[in-house]
């Protein structure tokens, strides 16, 4: 109580000090004093705990109010030297506003980034800056800000071009960068400087202060409370479910009031959860301490005073007034600027700005960030001080990393994540590595925090635990940075920037060497490795540094002496790397084929072998540089290339191959899953450029210095295969006998293996540097191969490309000349497609290619060959000249070593015996020799003189083996081949190899004067071949067909034997199948002439015929009769919104609603679908017995939810899986009474009144007698033909009755959201009810999709209808007589008064349709008890024309005035029509009065009327039509003209429908009155009620901007309703009423019926019954939500240009809205089919059961 009233007491007296208090005294007495730092301090001292925390729940509106009033006026006056008002005014008048835009990104702001101008992917406009600027017509990027950057516009640096948008663009007048402090004077430059320097020094010393009980000097309150925070602070390691549950035990509040603070530490940083003496908060801050200790550390709390809480809370404010003022003139900004970097009296490192650095990590989140913004729009503005700043971060980077190593915040709240704003800026990023050694800085801060190392100083990431993952995580924002730093490469070199760099590459090299060789391994043999080794940390490392080393790369390139220098520099570092090279590894001589070598013997199976070689690979990269700078040739004495020892070289390099390659043999998989993951990721297209592709450009650097012979027999060597090809018999196949099938399964793939890298290193040429060839058609050949295997999307082919660090893979550049793109459709995405003309230069052996990949390639090119005729053989394609550094390596091709190889396996193919070679490795022989004799070719193309060409393979071919073997030669063993019986597939390619070469002989030989006869010779020889070839062709398909043929002829012969041995079950069926085509076609009305008529006396009555159906569940067939056994169709009941004209309705009290009159606006339905698939009910009883005791069964092993919920008698049709959650019986078609009583109308009206009037008196004498009044009536004598108590008898079989009831109970209970109950006398009034409202919703989408009335249905609806129809006509035998008797008679006093019947609803608060279905269905009950003969059909009539009548007059009712249109001149017909329409118009003006505006024009009366009755005529025909099957007329099965009077004819209408009123004027015009004069029609058309006006609109989703960013925008701009302005993270937008939401947070989560929802799931129940379409707008993501515990995401209908769509918004291409898609989905909403997608896609997709969607 006492802190209660101290509470009450302090604003009292802060009122009286406030009234007191002038602010200009104040500013004037400090203008005066010497120190105005003390006389500031004294006056915070005093105030500050006055206004700031008072009590334990803060006020900020008053706070702000006080904190301006009392503390930032003075200040600002003592600034201005005047009024602020005006001050400020002045200053901002002659501020020149800067052309850096600086506006700082909200978190999920739309960002844009331009893909061709952009310096690099850092670069950003905000929207406004983007929509005014060159780049929108450009390939732009967009993404969402995680909040912190800034607008870069107007940065010259950040844009290759344009770097102004139109409202930045610079004024000519002030390209003179003049001081803007020339404007100030002497005195307001000395005030401010004094201002800033207090508030800053304050604000630093209140932030930095660690103390928690006393103040800072000079800040000492003058009394001091005993008040104190128990504070908690957040962290990255406990969750949020932690946090809430501590709090609740630790402070006893509430779980929404510890979520509220949960959301608020996480969100500021800090919050004080308990307020009041210190012993009460230490007491929270121990049991806080204690619960959270347990798993990980605890979280921080600490008891603070509440004044150094009151100065913190002053200081964020004081930082955010000086972010304003500053925002007033640059002036300002550049003196705070200068306040700010001062060096303080410690010297080096002083400065305030420094302070709040090295601080960062002790501060809270809420304070970083405040001062990180203040640093933004000062520091970071002013180019000058930006330059300064620059350099007092690079001088404190080592500390600041250090610090953030150790602290546990995201980096976006760290100071280091500046770095971005700093190091991108290529000027300053160069001037920091010259002048503050940057780059070698940022290398020494990383290699130092990974300590861990082996004996030989290899990085070892073996067994890491938590922390060392965290903090390798944290190391890795350094290299972020690093690539910051060089990400634009220097145009001009300075001595000194040559000499940092170098220095920076010496540190980068220590790296790498720290890389080289980590994580070996070493073949298991015998047993499988017990636990898998950590390798994806050194592969982290490898991914984040790819970038950085080509980067190096390309700086090195730019630059000539620099290339040289960073080549030594390697190449020393590598040979220090393999100084231990030859010790232990004993040499030996290989020889073979004559030649012999020197090299170690070295097994890669038994030996450590590491696949990590960054230093190898750095150099390899160096060394295409030196060919593609000419640096090679120009310079060769600068460079060591003759100390160079190729075999050093090549040898890890090939290691590594040769691991890949045994890997793929199998002969390492006891090794595990670790291993095969790094094979994947070394030849991965993230990996690849700098881990595969240069170990094979170093391959082929080693392999161009070094004899080819030689080369290749190391390679022998290394692949273990030397012993097999060295062999002097190898021809004749190694021991035969003794070989383990394994090991010679192994030998094969190892020769294939071997065989496919000699290709590589002589054909991959289409590097720069490497071959002759531009930088494009690297990715051009890039692109090409990945379209052989198939047409792909744009997002599949920038996958498969390597990018580079901006993130670009260089591909539309070039991708047109190689691919056409083809369009997608409503599903499926834009496809790109090869050019024919591009398949020619395929090569199936592509380094790239997976094994996958090549077989898929080889097929699709084989299948494309033979579609076009050709031959299918794929030969190499003809490829580039080499660069002069590389020319030696053809000669690989015709060296004796592999002529000796190739020959070994054409050998073994001529005489193929037990499976030592593959056909693959024949495949791979042909490749070679073909890739031989192409290079032969282009080389004498390209020669002018014969003694040019030095390549002479078909001579070397041709040459058979030296003296003792006599092996025969290649071209003799090809020519061998040629016809072998068991290389059918290969004869193709062998007979182009030998083509060429005769081509080739021809053009060695050839001599002008014979060239032409020769070549037409070789051309006429090769044709008879090709005909030949077509001929077997043909003969081979002219024997397949007569055979298919025969077989036919075989099978009909039996089918004709089986027909005539089972005569009388065929019979059968035939009849059956004559009977349905008959009524299929619906032409079999009684009599042909007559018109079809499905209401009323004149009603068609079809002929009757059995309904047999098949149970799907046992397959049976059933006659559907009424006293046989129960058929049931399963279905769909839900609540249902879709048609809904008011959404702002309250949800009714589903306990006293009564839903027996609908209103017109439709707000909630009840939807019934079907899926068509029929069962027995007792096999569908038994089988959902079964999906229950299954689901029961799953409870008690584990809670997962299924996409059906049993509880809620939910199942999935046996057959389609179709969500399902009822089963409607089927019922035979009733047969009318063609009886002959068929009174007009008036008699009719008389007669029904005497049976309401029998009716109600006896169901007084039901009632107990309590109730009755004493005033009994006079007994009303009923009419003798009608016994009020007879008790019909139940036509349906005991089952029927049963699923009568089922479903009746089941609509019932999802209709009104209640428990079932059988005996309420509701449930048949919601069954018809569902019956109208689906007829109306199947009727609307009818005219949505443009179709006819009749025959466009699917059967599965056409059967839901007639069996709704049935059924609702049956119901009343499954529930007590009287009550359906009772809804009858309520039904029937809308139209007709009943003095009985109080509070009849008022005419316009009925919908007709449903009154229609209602009163027509509930009249079987009435009439089971007429004895009279009176026929139902003349009932049903009558009741059909007064119900159409009503709604004639609803429509004039509620027409509206005329809008102004041109008057149609109308014919003779019309014309009564309109003055029909006159009339009865008029008569309603008389009743109703003034509330009717006049309308004179007859032609717009009757429209109105023709336009508004359509869609319930429609409905009604419908409904009829499935009641009574009687087939519609053919007109109504097309979209023909003349509906109208077909319609009107087939409802015993007369076309001019005001005949109905005017024939019976005198019986109609008292109900008329009657209707008029209720007291609700002139409530509503006043204005009271929601008016509906027809015909209804059909709903649509809420219209979508075509620019997809337009809607980030608005969702960037939305906040949280909830917490206080903060914005949301996942800002949902719901497509049925277009509200924003904020989903997914704790914030937003309400209470739904006892469990917390979040918003998306809350708003389904108010807006949609239960189901939502919601689109997730960071996402770009459909949501489908339905009830709590269904959901799925949906494809959105954004697409980018290529036809894709982007979700998670990852590629950041520009989005557009497709309408096809949006169509779509609003197609599905329409057709209630939401629940059923869910379902689809849950029972698809496992992963989306788990999820919590009740928490979106």
Known sequence: ????????????????????????????????????????????????????????????????????????????????????????????????????????????????????????????????????????????????????????????????????????????????????????????????????????????????????????????????????????????????????????????????????????????????????????????????????????????????????????????????????????????????????????????????????????????????????????????????????????????????????????????????????????????????????????????????????????????????????????????????????????????????????????????????????????????????????????????????????????????????????????????????????????????????????????????????????????????????????????????????????????????????????????????????????????????????????????????????????????????????????????????????????????????????????????????????????????????????????IRPMAHSELVKALPENENKETGMERVIDCVASFKKPGVTGRGLYELRPECAKQFNLYFHHYSRADQSKAEEAQRKLKRQNGEDTALPPPVLPPFCPLFASLVNILQCDVLLGMLGAVLQWAVEPSAGHWSESMLQRVLHLIGMALLEEQQQLENSSEDNDVYFNFTLKMSRPGEAPSNTASVLALLENLQNAPHLEVHEGMIRWLLKTVAGIKMMRERSASTSTVTTSGSRGQEETACDKDKEERKRKAEMARLRREKVMAQMSEMQRHFINENKELFQQSLEELDASTSTSLEHSPVSSDAALACVGPRRSRPREKRQVVTCILCQEEQEIRADGKAMVLAAFVQRSTVMSKNRTRPPHDPKHYDPLFMHPDLSFGTHTGSCGHIMHSHCWQRYFEAVQA????????????????????????????????????????????????????GQWLKTSGQQIKAMHSAHRKLQPVSTVEETVEEECPAPEVFTVDYIPTNPYSSTIKEMLATFGTATYKVGLKVHPNEQDPRIPIMCWSSCAYTIQSIERLLVDEKKPLFGSLPCRQDDCLSSLARFGSACWTAACQPTVQGHFIRLLAALIPDPQVEASPCILDVDMLHLLVSVVLSYGSVHSQDSSGLSVDAVQLHLFHLITVAHMVQILLTSGPEEVTMEQE????????????????????????????????????????????????????????????????????????????????????????????????????????????????????????????????SNSLVDLPDDYSALINQASSFTCPKSGGDKSRAPTLCLVCGSMLCSQSYCCQTELEGEDVGACTAHTFACGAGVGIFLRVRESQVLFLAGKTKGCFYAPPYLDDYGETDQGLRRGNPLHLCHERYRKIQKLWRQHNITEEIGHAQEANQTLVGIDWQHL
Request: hydrophobic share 35%; with cysteine.
């Open 1 to 788: 109580m006492a802190a209660a009233e101290s509470d009450r007491e302090v604003p009292s007296a802060l009122c009286t000090e406030f009234l007191n208090f002038s602010v200009k005294d104040t500013a004037s007495k400090w203008l005066q004093v010497t120190d105005l730092y003390k006389e500031v301090y004294h006056h915070l001292a005093r105030y500050v705990p006055k206004i700031y925390c008072l009590g334990p729940n803060l006020n900020p509106q008053s706070e702000d109010l006080l904190a301006q009033m009392l503390l930032q006026a003075p200040l600002e006056w003592y600034l201005c030297g005047e009024d602020p008002s005006t001050g400020l005014a002045k200053l901002e008048q002659n501020n020149q506003p800067s052309q850096l835009c600086g506006h700082v990104f909200k978190v999920g702001e739309p960002t844009y980034s331009c893909r061709e101008c952009a310096a690099d992917p850092t670069c950003v406009l905000c929207m406004q800056c983007f929509l005014g600027s060159v780049h929108k017509e450009h390939r732009y990027r967009m993404t969402t800000s995680g909040g912190g950057g800034f607008c870069d516009c107007g940065d010259t640096e950040a844009w290759k071009k344009g770097p102004y948008c139109q409202k930045h663009e610079p004024n000519i007048s002030d390209s003179c960068q003049e001081d803007p402090l020339a404007h100030l004077s002497t005195d307001m430059i000395a005030r401010c400087y004094n201002v800033f320097s207090v508030v800053l020094k304050y604000a630093v010393d209140m932030l930095t202060w660690d103390k928690e009980d006393e103040l800072p000097l000079g800040l000492e309150p003058p009394d001091r409370s005993d008040t104190y925070y128990c504070m908690l602070f957040n962290d990255e390691v406990h969750t949020y479910e932690q946090v809430i549950y501590t709090l609740q035990k630790a402070v006893n509040c509430t779980q929404k009031e510890a979520v509220s603070f949960a959301t608020t530490v996480d969100r500021d940083g800090r919050k004080s959860v308990r307020f009041g003496d210190f012993a009460f908060c230490e007491l929270a801050k121990s049991v806080i301490v204690r619960n959270t200790s347990r798993q990980s550390k605890p979280l921080r709390v600490q008891v603070m005073h509440s004044s150094v809480v009151a100065h913190q809370c002053f200081a964020l404010k004081a930082l955010h007034w000086l972010g304003h003022v500053i925002g007033y003139s640059d002036a300002l900004r550049r003196i705070l600027c200068q306040v700010g970097l001062e060096r303080g009296p410690e010297g080096e490192n002083s400065s305030l700005v420094d302070t709040l650095m090295l601080c960062d990590s002790k501060m809270w989140k809420g304070a970083r960030n405040v001062y990180h913004q203040l640093f933004m729009s000062s520091l970071l503005m002013d180019l000058k001080y930006k330059k300064l700043f620059a350099i007092q971060f690079a001088k404190n980077y080592r500390r600041l990393q250090t610090d953030f190593m150790e602290d546990d915040h995201e980096r976006v709240v760290s100071v280091t994540s500046l770095s971005v704003q700093l190091f991108t800026v290529p000027t300053m990023a160069r001037m920091l590595i010259t002048e503050e050694n940057l780059m070698t800085t940022i290398i020494r801060t990383f290699v130092d925090h990974l300590r861990h190392r082996d004996l030989q100083g290899r990085f070892q990431f073996e067994r890491y635990t938590a922390q060392q993952a965290f903090k390798f995580r944290r190391v890795q924002s350094l290299i972020g940075d690093l690539k910051y730093v060089l990400i634009s490469r220097p145009t001009e070199w300075s001595d000194q920037l040559r000499e940092k760099f170098l220095e920076g590459l010496d540190t980068f090299l220590e790296l790498l060497k720290c890389m080289q060789g980590m994580d070996p391994v070493v073949r298991q043999v015998g047993q499988h490795i017990e636990m898998e080794p950590e390798w994806e940390a050194a592969f982290t490392l490898q991914m984040k540094l790819t970038h950085i080393i080509s980067m190096i790369q390309e700086w090195c390139a730019t630059d000539e002496r620099v290339l040289i220098e960073a080549y030594k520099k390697c190449l020393t570092a590598l040979t220090h790397c393999h100084s231990g090279f030859a010790d232990g590894e004993q040499p030996i001589t290989l020889s073979m084929c004559g030649h012999s070598v020197d090299t170690i013997r070295y097994c890669v199976s038994q030996e450590k072998v590491s696949i990590h070689l960054p230093v190898s690979r750095l150099l390899a990269g160096l060394h295409v540089l030196l060919s593609k700078m000419e640096v090679a040739y120009r310079f060769p004495e600068q460079l060591p290339l003759s100390e160079l020892s190729p075999p050093m070289l090549i040898e890890h390099p090939l290691r590594c191959l040769v691991l890949c390659a045994q890997v793929h043999t199998g002969m390492w998989r006891r090794n595990g899953f670790s291993l095969v993951n790094q094979i994947y990721y070394y030849h991965n297209v993230k990996c690849r450029v700098e881990m595969f592709d240069k170990d094979l450009i170093m391959l082929q650097a080693g392999a161009s210095m070094m004899d080819p012979n030689h080369f290749l027999m190391i390679v022998l060597s290394r692949f273990e295969l030397y012993h097999i090809f060295s062999s002097a018999d190898c021809r004749k196949r190694y021991n035969r006998e003794n070989a383990n099938k394994d090991v010679v399964q192994q030998n094969n793939t190892l020769t294939e293996e071997m065989l496919h890298l000699i290709m590589m290193v002589v054909g991959e040429r289409f590097e720069a540097g490497i071959g002759q060839v531009e930088g494009c058609d690297e990715i051009k050949r890039e692109i090409l191969h990945q379209l052989c």
């Open 1190 to 1241: 299954k689901e029961q069964r799953r409870q008690q092993r584990l809670r997962v939810h299924t996409s059906y919920d049993v509880g809620n008698g939910e199942f999935l049709c046996p057959l389609c899986e179709c969500l399902s959650n009822t089963v409607i019986p089927l019922l035979p078609r009733t047969m009318g009474s063609s009886s002959c009583e068929q009174p007009g109308l």
């Open 1466 to 1593: 109308s014919g003779e017909a019309e014309r009564g029509e309109e003055e029909g329409a006159c009339r009865l118009y008029n008569t309603l003006r008389t009743h109703v009065g003034s509330s009717l505006p006049e309308v004179g024009s007859g032609w717009h009366l009757w429209r109105c009327v023709k336009t508004g009755i359509l869609p319930y005529l429609r409905g009604a025909a419908l409904f009829f039509h499935h009641l009574h099957g009687v087939p519609a007329p053919p007109e109504l099965h097309a979209l023909c003209p003349g509906q109208w009077e077909v319609l009107c004819g087939y409802l015993s209408l007369p076309s001019n429908l005001l005949q109905l009123f005017h024939g019976q004027q005198e019986l109609l015009e008292p109900l008329l009155h009657g209707w008029c004069t209720h007291p609700g029609i002139q409530q509503t058309l006043q204005g009271g009620g929601v008016l509906v006006s027809f015909p209804r609109e």
